[in-house]
């Protein structure tokens, strides 16, 4: 049974091609597909009310999750703390996260425009108007909501609190 149980988690984490087939079959029987993406290094309490906040709006919900080049690009050569494979792992084995993806792009936009989700959920940090692939999803009746933050939960401040 342990081995089952592992075994389902690991199915979580697809490449793009098979999340994009498993979302068109969840559309076919009529569930709502819930996104989210970032890099999720050091996993924390407000990433937790994020990823419950989403779960809430809907069926099923996929993470989407920047590769390590893909952090590298954007936050600098010391990120990420945790690698690629040790992060989708987490992400996947949350009880409430149905896939996990990972994306090489700076953005998501590619990944969101295969699975076309019906809502992308972001954190409060952002507004309506920066989230990537936020117009996509208008065109066919899709969806943005922006979640609130947890004050004083970040990866980059438990990283400048370790220093």
């Known amino acids: 049974m342990q081995k089952l ?7 979580k984490i697809m490449s793009r091609e098979a999340l994009a087939h498993l979302c ?7 569930y709502k597909i819930i996104f989210t993406n970032g890099v999720f290094d050091i996993l924390h309490q407000g990433h937790i009310r994020l990823l419950l906040d989403a779960a809430e709006l809907g069926h099923k919900l996929v993470v989407g999750l920047n590769t ?4 590298k690009r954007l936050k600098g050569e010391s990120r990420p703390v945790n690698a690629e494979d ?4 987490l992400m996947a084995a949350q009880l409430y996260v149905d896939a996990v993806c990972l994306f090489e792009e700076d953005t998501p ?19 309506p108007g920066t989230v990537v692939g936020a117009d996509v999803v208008k065109t066919y009746g899709g969806e943005v909501v922006i979640v609130p933050t947890v004050e004083g939960y970040s990866t980059t401040h438990i990283i400048n609190s370790l220093k």
């Open 68 to 71: 390590d080049a893909s952090v």
């Open 5 to 11: 149980k592992k075994e389902l988690v690991q199915d």
């Open 109 to 127: 936009l590619e990944l969101i425009e295969a699975i076309r989700p019906d809502v992308i959920v972001k954190g409060g940090d952002y507004t």
């Open 86 to 89: 040790s992060r989708a792992l």
């Open 24 to 30: 068109a079959g969840w559309k076919v029987k009529g």
